[in-house]
């Protein structure tokens, strides 16, 4: 399992560090904490 | 950058976001076309502009399509300002036809000192395209032009043009060509019985490429692209406004209706449309779609909002260098631009943006003129849109109003077996203000084998949803390289977006353990670029503050920045950031 972080962005205002976005995989489901601390949980979907 | 084109001032307040209004269409439209004029061949049948290479259908043909696409803008000039024709646009476009008509030729090149006949319409060539601009420049004005012709004149250019009702199309948006030459044809009475049957086939197989939610794929299995704006629901919409049929208005008005939702979300505030598919030299053409909207009435969009999209287009190009120090459209995005022109483009191809000046048909009282402009869906809050059916998930943000448009479902892969990625398709992600860079790897996910990257080959979408106030879509692939599809591997990955941050996640299964792995971010552009990398973390910032992160966050061993050489359509070569990888195996 690999994850990255992206941002493409010419906001004029600062952003929150890309630093402080992280998440957990399991096999079945990530969790991600974004860097304005709000949380998403998503299953994966399974191999086809 | 100001453009050779010389405008009307701006009008600040009926347009707070554009500063054009419809005189500003009107000029454009009036210099466009003034400045085709010089390369109009004897008899004004063929129009040759300069470039540096044909298209792969010949000069005669190119000449062909710089009459009939230029023909659009001038019918619709010309319609829209009720027959008023200052500068006698239609009695040229009239002779033209007259001489074009007399003799079609099998000949492609001009050597043969013909330099007045148009090609015939044979299966699948390109005057089959021409023919349906023919048409429709014909139908806007039948008042003006047709129906004062002399009836041998009528004769003849009917039965040119009929040929289209009974030559075979490419198996995609080509079969909306003989669709609308049959919808001028039946309204004209000529050949009615295949016109009507051209009518019926368009409509019966545009249907069988419906992926629903108001979204078509392109005839192959995936093909998802501008030409759903500006093919797919354009002909239909116009031929139902045209024929004024409220059957086919329900129908396709209600497709368009649908689309329309999605694809005002595809527009940057810089005015720009996302830079994807192909035929991106077509440019403004990316209007065509939200007039159609407004013409049939049928479209989500506030009339401000039609004109701020429409507008923006139009202006995001011209002021780019979109036109050249003679007037002429170039091939290319901003300016010319090479590696994204297709082998059927000739020097006229890029006046198929003729269908983006649509709006002109709409009265100068209507409220989409009228009405002061009001914000795109990205200038007016962040958002994220999963989109189904085409297998897309659409993220925009306010402070800047770019648009990123990440890709689970697109692919321009034939069905009857993969061919070598497109860029412009095979992208995790495209945007509005980014190309992709081949050599760069950019939005790519590659196993590496001897060090060459796999493709993404078809891509199989596995959904997309909203997920709290962020939104996530996901594909699965079966990586390629060297021309086929590596036994057993499968590659399945998931974006989720919140904000401007995405996170993408992505499963090998199948592969030998440590066959290395990389994933390309955005490239942006610039000719200094700010570049930092430490550690698992690569940043880099381009023109125009444009700046691209991409961090390892789990079964990564490095992050860097790499050579993009050769640049994107939107400037110089920049570095791009790039992961890599051993693979934590099957």
């Given at each position: 399992m690999?994850?990255?972080?992206?941002?493409?962005?010419?906001?004029?205002?600062?952003?929150?560090?890309?630093?402080?976005?992280?998440?957990?995989?399991?096999?079945?489901?990530?969790?991600i904490t974004w860097p304005d601390a709000t949380t998403s949980r998503l299953a994966l979907p399974s191999a086809p | 950058m100001p453009h050779p084109l010389p405008l009307p001032p701006e009008d600040r307040a009926l347009s707070p976001h554009t500063g054009w209004t419809r005189a500003h269409w009107e000029a454009a439209a009036d210099r466009l076309l003034a400045a085709v004029r010089p390369y109009a061949g004897p008899a004004d049948a063929l129009i040759n502009l300069p470039g540096t290479r044909p298209s792969w259908s010949g000069r005669r043909s190119d000449g062909l399509e710089g009459?009939?696409?230029?023909?659009?803008?001038?019918a619709i000039r010309v319609a829209g300002a009720d027959g008023d024709d200052p500068t006698g646009l239609l009695e040229r476009y009239a002779a033209g036809l007259d001489a074009g008509?007399?003799?079609?030729?099998?000949?492609?090149?001009?050597?043969?000192?013909?330099?007045?006949?148009?090609?015939?319409?044979?299966?699948?060539?390109?005057?089959?395209?021409?023919a349906a601009s023919v048409a429709i420049g014909l139908r806007l004005t039948r008042r003006w032009l047709w129906d004062r012709l002399d009836p041998a004149v009528q004769e003849r250019a009917g039965a040119w043009l009929a040929q289209a009702l009974h030559r075979q199309p490419v198996d995609n948006n080509w079969w909306l060509f003989p669709f609308t030459v049959g919808g001028f044809l039946a309204e004209v009475g000529i050949d009615t019985g295949a016109a009507n049957a051209a009518?019926?086939?368009?409509?019966?197989?545009?249907?069988?490429?419906?992926l629903g939610d108001g979204w078509y794929t392109d005839g192959r299995p995936r093909a998802i692209d501008h030409y759903n704006g500006w093919a797919l629901h354009l002909y239909p919409a116009l031929h139902a406004h045209l024929a004024a049929d409220p059957a086919l208005t329900a129908r396709y008005g209600g497709r368009l209706h649908a689309y329309l939702a999605d694809y005002s979300r595809l527009f940057d505030r810089t005015g720009a449309p996302v830079h994807q598919g192909r035929s991106l030299s077509y440019r403004f053409a990316s209007a065509a779609p939200l007039w159609a909207g407004a013409l049939l009435g049928t479209t989500p969009l506030a009339p401000g909002t039609t004109r701020r999209l429409a507008s923006g287009a139009l202006r995001y190009f011209l002021d780019r260098g979109a036109v050249d120090e003679h007037?002429?459209?170039?091939?290319?995005?901003?300016?010319?631009?090479?590696?994204?022109?297709?082998?059927?483009?000739?020097?006229?191809?890029?006046?198929?943006?003729?269908?983006?000046?649509?709006?002109?048909?709409?009265?100068?009282?209507?409220p989409v003129w009228t009405d002061p402009e009001t914000p795109s869906p990205a200038e007016t809050a962040d958002a994220v849109?999963?989109?189904?059916?085409?297998?897309?998930?659409?993220?925009?943000?306010?402070?800047?109003?770019?648009?990123?448009?990440?890709?689970?479902?697109?692919?321009?892969?034939?069905?009857?077996?993969?061919?070598?990625?497109?860029?412009?398709?095979?992208?995790?992600?495209h945007s509005t203000r980014t190309g992709p860079n081949t050599a760069a790897g950019d939005n790519h996910f590659a196993l590496l084998l001897d060090g060459e990257p796999t493709e993404r080959g078809p891509i199989t979408p596995r959904g997309a949803g909203r997920a709290g106030a962020a939104a996530w879509a996901a594909s699965s692939h079966r990586p390629r390289h060297a021309g086929a599809e590596l036994p057993g591997v499968t590659v399945t990955s998931l974006t989720v977006v919140h904000g401007a941050d995405e996170v993408r996640v992505h499963r090998v299964h199948g592969a030998a353990p440590?066959?290395?792995?990389?994933?390309?971010?955005?490239?942006?552009?610039?000719?200094?670029?700010?570049?930092?990398v430490a550690g698992a973390h690569a940043r880099v910032t381009g023109d125009d503050g444009l700046h691209t992160e991409l961090r390892a966050l789990h079964g990564w061993s490095a992050a860097t920045a790499v050579p993009a050489p050769g640049g994107t359509a939107f400037g110089p070569p920049p570095p791009s950031p790039t992961c890599t990888a051993p693979s934590p195996g099957p």
């Open positions: 690999l994850a990255t972080a992206a941002r493409l962005t010419a906001s004029p205002h600062p952003l929150p560090p890309l630093a402080d976005l992280a998440v957990a995989l399991t096999a079945h489901e990530v969790a | 009459y009939a696409r230029t023909f659009l803008l001038a008509t007399r003799t079609p030729t099998a000949e492609r090149d001009l050597a043969d000192g013909d330099l007045t006949s148009w090609g015939a319409v044979t299966d699948r060539g390109q005057p089959m395209v021409e009518i019926d086939r368009g409509l019966e197989r545009i249907d069988r490429w419906y007037g002429l459209l170039t091939l290319g995005w901003h300016g010319p631009y090479p590696p994204i022109v297709q082998p059927y483009s000739g020097p006229a191809s890029p006046y198929w943006a003729s269908g983006g000046f649509l709006g002109l048909l709409l009265p100068p009282d209507h849109t999963p989109l189904p059916a085409p297998g897309w998930l659409v993220q925009s943000t306010a402070a800047d109003g770019l648009v990123r448009l990440h890709n689970h479902g697109s692919d321009d892969q034939p069905a009857d077996g993969p061919v070598a990625d497109n860029p412009l398709y095979s992208r995790l992600a440590g066959t290395a792995v990389r994933e390309g971010g955005w490239a942006v552009t610039g000719s200094a670029p700010a570049t930092a």
